[in-house]
């Protein structure tokens, strides 16, 4: 069984209790021993990011750009080892895995270039002796915090623009997946990225985490989480002394709507990439599906046709879905099934855990979800659809927007004036039509609304670098 100890101890260097990590898809597989990071190795890293930002934000921004432009490469050189490793320490497939691994070597080749366009504008005065311009500059030490669910391009599409930006950055991955982490600061070392400018420190959120946002000398937070810990966050940070950039991307309670007009094969299709793509564990996984009366029996029965095939197991085998993550996860799965036959929703497929060594659950599906119960509502973060008829597009829509989140929408159709009214109505940071909720590409910006997300600033695309940068006016006159 493949061991990644040594990239433990090298790049994981905590004082506290011992922390195994393992293997979703085997339980007695154990990638490392972690050496979890105290209180005071967090502010020592605090520190060191303290120290090293003068130098960091003084360095030409071309310069800094040229290290992430480097590190993209060799990312993409050793793709498929972090490939590997991410199946290994999170479940999701190679497949999956692979396109994580290039969307986050993008990523930083695609914050590299922007380095080399950093630009604040000039603006006219009313006094002829006058120029007034800006100038962009980065904040300081920002605090990067991290799910496991996409454990490499999150952390990426945070830090890239925050180095590019000139920042120096703590950085706090979630507890369940810090060897991708770790490998992907090794690779930045071997890029030329100065020791001190990255410090990563890997300890429970519940324990370390308020050391990390209520520290005065953290200019700003980038989380990306549940809403509960969002909530949280949002309250410490805006009861600090020092004034403290916010950026906030949190859960998500996605619909899918499947309009009398659409093409039922291809929304058959979409529905179960969305919903069961990633095990489900995605913030634009489709979590509901809206489904139009009048076709509502034809699309059922493709979309049983379709679940039917969707293949489960290793993900290091060819397969479609992976494991849960965690027994954390897979036992509150297992409860919202529960919880869903009891609360008068009809399970039509799935339901049954499958017994291997692993986390692993058959994609389910329930229909006659009403609004009123939790499984409609509330984030399960798993491979759990539920079906809502609706009567017309106007119910459509309403059912849609009858959620706490706003994260991700979307809709089959080829009815124009429908997909209009949907696009003018819903609100969600993104939208799909005729697309899966899940993926997205990272020169877009997105962000979610509602409990989604604070709305303060765009994450991916050019947007992204606005959050780590200031803006200073000067007058010049003469
Ligand atoms: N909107 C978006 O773009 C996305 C949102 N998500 C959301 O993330 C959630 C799943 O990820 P999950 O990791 O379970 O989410 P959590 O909110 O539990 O954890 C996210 C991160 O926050 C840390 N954390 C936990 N408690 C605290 C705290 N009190 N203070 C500071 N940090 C803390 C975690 O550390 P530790 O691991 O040690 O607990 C982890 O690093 C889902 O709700 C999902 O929708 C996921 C991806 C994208
Ligand atoms: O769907 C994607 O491409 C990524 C979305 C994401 O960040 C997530 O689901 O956690």
Redesign the pocket.
């Known amino acids: 069984m493949k061991s990644y100890q040594e990239l433990a101890d090298k790049w994981i260097k905590g004082n506290g209790e011992e922390y195994l990590d393992i293997n979703p898809a085997d339980k007695d597989h154990v990638l490392a021993k972690i050496k979890l990071y105290t209180k005071d190795n967090v502010k020592e890293a605090i520190n060191r990011a303290v120290a090293k930002f003068e130098e960091w934000a003084k360095t030409p921004a071309p310069k800094r750009g040229s290290i992430l432009l480097k590190a993209g490469e060799l990312m993409e050189q050793e793709a498929q080892e972090f490939a590997l490793l991410m199946t290994l320490e999170e479940g999701k497939t190679l497949k999956d895995s692979i396109f994580e691994v290039m969307r986050s070597y993008n990523l930083l080749k695609f914050y590299g270039a922007l380095a080399f366009k950093i630009s604040g504008k000039t603006l006219p005065s009313a006094d002829p002796n006058t120029r007034i311009f800006t100038l962009k500059e980065p904040l300081g030490v920002v605090a990067l915090?991290?799910?496991?669910?996409?454990p490499l391009s999150?952390l990426v599409w945070k830090l890239a623009p925050a180095l590019t930006a000139g920042n120096t950055v703590l950085l706090?991955?979630?507890?369940?997946t810090p060897l991708l982490v770790a490998k992907l600061v090794e690779v930045l070392s071997k890029a030329g990225l100065p020791e001190g400018v990255v410090n990563l420190v890997v300890?429970?959120?519940?324990e370390?985490?308020?050391t990390?946002?209520t520290d005065d000398s953290v200019a700003a937070v980038s989380?990306?989480?549940?809403?509960?810990?969002?909530q949280?966050?949002y309250r410490l940070v805006g009861s600090k002394k020092r004034m403290t950039r916010i950026q906030l991307?949190?859960?998500?309670k996605n619909a899918l709507y499947i309009d009398k007009s659409a093409d039922l094969t291809l929304a058959a299709e979409l529905a179960v990439r969305g919903a069961f793509g990633l095990t489900g564990?995605?913030?634009?996984a489709t979590s509901r599906l809206i489904v139009h009366k009048d076709i509502y029996s034809q699309f059922k029965q493709r979309l049983l046709e379709r679940v039917k095939k969707w293949r489960v197991g290793l993900g290091t085998e060819d397969v479609d879905m992976g494991p849960v993550v965690d027994e954390f996860q897979f036992k509150k799965d297992l409860e919202y099934i529960e919880y869903g036959k009891n609360a008068g929703a009809k399970l039509i497929y799935g339901g049954n855990t499958i017994s291997r060594k692993g986390y692993f659950l058959e994609p389910t599906i329930f229909e006659g979800v009403t609004s009123e119960i939790r499984l409609f509502k509330e984030?399960i973060?798993g491979p759990i659809l539920s079906v809502t008829e609706a009567k017309d597009l106007d119910e459509a829509i309403r059912l849609v927007n009858a959620v706490d989140y706003g994260?991700t929408a979307g809709i089959v159709s080829t009815d124009i004036k429908a997909i209009n009214e949907f696009l003018a109505r819903v609100e969600a940071g993104v939208i799909k039509v005729n697309k899966p909720t899940v993926g997205l590409e990272l020169q877009a910006p997105?962000g979610?609304f509602k409990n989604?997300?604070a709305t303060t600033w765009k994450?991916m695309g050019e947007e992204a670098l606005e959050f780590y940068l200031k803006e200073k006016t000067v007058y010049e006159g003469w």
Request: hydrophobic fraction near 30%; charge should be negative; proline fraction near 4%.
């Open positions: 915090i991290t799910p496991w669910n996409f999150i706090k991955p979630a507890t369940k300890g429970k959120g519940s370390v985490g308020d990390i946002v989380f990306t989480g549940s809403t509960e810990v969002g949280r966050i991307e949190l859960g998500g564990q995605s913030c634009t984030e973060f994260h997105f979610g989604s997300g994450e």
